[in-house]
């Protein structure tokens, strides 16, 4: 049995940042639009799409596991269709949006991107099965008389990281970027591309949708949601441009002597430090988590390092 813990006395989560009650089970199935329906367990999200020909299902995060089966039987049972899954799209290859696609074998059709398919294989994951059909830039997904248009818009929190468009039912699926009410946690959501991930939402928005299934936590995220993510990082930004101007290396490297790394975490940190203090504060009762320091210092310490490294901001050059 586990040891009980204690968590520090973190601010209350907004109420508009909550999602729907569990079910009984730990799920929450819920309809998008028409035939399209969301499964939750609170933290993850997946999707799927039922047509006359078969259901299609949109990752398969291993948290929600057995219950993803549960959910498509309980609204194919009450809507009198069938409940064979015959198509599997990976949005990305992180397995925990996807490795629960080995509880839906035999004769079902895996899609995804073609870098998706190369990290498969590297990964050597049974759990994530490898894609039958994969695709470069752009691929239209038809099924049972419904349409889903797959993109690739480049890198952002993976190299491989879709946008998945149903334009018939005003939604669009894009994991990993904007937690709907919610910070991002640790370094951008852990991605991998600072440039790609801050660019991504725009790229959403440029889709014509009301819904958007974003891969984590209750409910479904709105266009207002991606603005609110917007102005989060573009503040971040900003304040980490003026720590950097602001902040006086030389005393840290100074103080750590012989030690350069010391200099450069004294440095570092302090730079981080405080670009991310004006952000906590700001969004504090805003997004929810806000207050878990850490999450709003990796993502700033993320942009910082991107803008001295990835747009050319590294410091003078020497004579």
Same mark, same amino acid.
């Given at each position: 049995?586990?040891?009980? $813990?204690?968590?520090?006395?973190?601010?209350?989560?907004?109420?508009?940042?909550?999602?729907?009650?569990?079910?009984?089970?730990?799920y929450? %199935?819920?309809? $998008?639009?028409?035939?399209?329906?969301?499964?939750?367990?609170? $933290?993850?999200q997946?999707?799927?799409?039922? #047509?006359?020909?078969? %259901? %299609?299902?949109? *990752?398969?995060?291993?948290?929600?596991?057995?219950?993803?089966?549960?959910?498509?039987?309980?609204?194919?049972?009450?809507?009198?269709?069938?409940n064979q899954? #015959?198509?599997?799209?990976?949005?990305?290859?992180?397995?925990?949006?996807?490795?629960?696609?080995?509880?839906?074998?035999?004769?079902?059709?895996?899609?995804?991107?073609?870098? #998706?398919?190369?990290?498969?294989?590297?990964?050597?994951?049974?759990?994530?099965?490898?894609? &039958?059909?994969?695709?470069? &830039?752009?691929?239209?997904?038809?099924?049972?008389?419904?349409?889903?248009?797959?993109?690739?818009?480049?890198?952002?929190?993976?190299? *491989?990281?879709?946008?998945?468009?149903?334009?018939?039912? *005003?939604?669009?699926?894009?994991? *990993?970027?904007?937690n709907?009410?919610?910070?991002?946690?640790?370094?951008?959501?852990?991605?991998?591309?600072?440039?790609?991930?801050?660019?991504?939402?725009?790229?959403?928005?440029?889709?014509?949708?009301?819904h958007?299934?974003?891969?984590?936590?209750?409910?479904?995220?709105?266009?207002?949601?991606?603005?609110?993510?917007?102005?989060?990082?573009?503040?971040? &930004?900003?304040?980490a441009?003026?720590a950097?101007?602001?902040?006086?290396?030389?005393?840290?490297?100074?103080?750590?002597?012989?030690?350069?790394?010391?200099?450069?975490?004294?440095?570092?940190?302090? $730079?981080?430090?405080?670009?991310?203090?004006?952000?906590?504060?700001?969004?504090?009762?805003?997004?929810?988590a806000?207050?878990?320091? &850490?999450?709003?210092?990796?993502?700033?310490?993320?942009?910082?390092?991107?803008?001295?490294?990835?747009?050319?901001?590294?410091?003078? %050059?020497?004579?």
């Amino acid at each position: 049995m586990s040891s009980p $813990v204690e968590l520090p006395d973190y601010a209350p989560i907004p109420e508009s940042a909550l999602g729907p009650a569990l079910n009984e089970q730990g799920y929450y %199935v819920g309809r $998008v639009e028409r035939n399209l329906y969301y499964v939750t367990d609170g $933290v993850y999200q997946a999707a799927f799409l039922t #047509t006359p020909d078969g %259901v %299609v299902l949109f *990752d398969a995060p291993p948290s929600i596991g057995g219950n993803l089966r549960r959910a498509i039987d309980e609204i194919a049972a009450a809507n009198g269709v069938t409940n064979q899954v #015959t198509h599997f799209v990976y949005s990305h290859h992180h397995a925990d949006h996807g490795s629960a696609a080995f509880l839906f074998g035999g004769d079902v059709t895996r899609i995804g991107h073609e870098e #998706t398919k190369r990290l498969l294989l590297r990964d050597e994951d049974q759990a994530r099965p490898l894609p &039958d059909v994969t695709f470069a &830039d752009r691929y239209t997904l038809e099924v049972g008389g419904e349409r889903v248009e797959l993109a690739w818009h480049g890198p952002n929190h993976t190299p *491989d990281n879709i946008y998945i468009h149903f334009p018939d039912h *005003d939604t669009l699926m894009f994991i *990993d970027v904007v937690n709907a009410g919610w910070v991002a946690i640790y370094n951008l959501n852990l991605s991998e591309d600072v440039i790609g991930y801050m660019g991504a939402p725009a790229i959403a928005l440029s889709y014509p949708w009301t819904h958007m299934i974003s891969g984590h936590l209750g409910r479904l995220a709105t266009r207002d949601d991606v603005a609110v993510h917007q102005q989060y990082i573009a503040d971040i &930004d900003a304040s980490a441009r003026e720590a950097l101007a602001s902040v006086d290396p030389v005393p840290y490297y100074v103080a750590g002597g012989q030690n350069f790394w010391a200099g450069v975490k004294g440095h570092l940190d302090a $730079v981080t430090e405080r670009a991310a203090a004006p952000i906590i504060a700001k969004y504090t009762g805003v997004l929810a988590a806000a207050d878990i320091e &850490d999450f709003t210092r990796t993502t700033t310490f993320q942009i910082m390092q991107s803008y001295r490294l990835d747009r050319g901001h590294s410091g003078p %050059v020497h004579p």
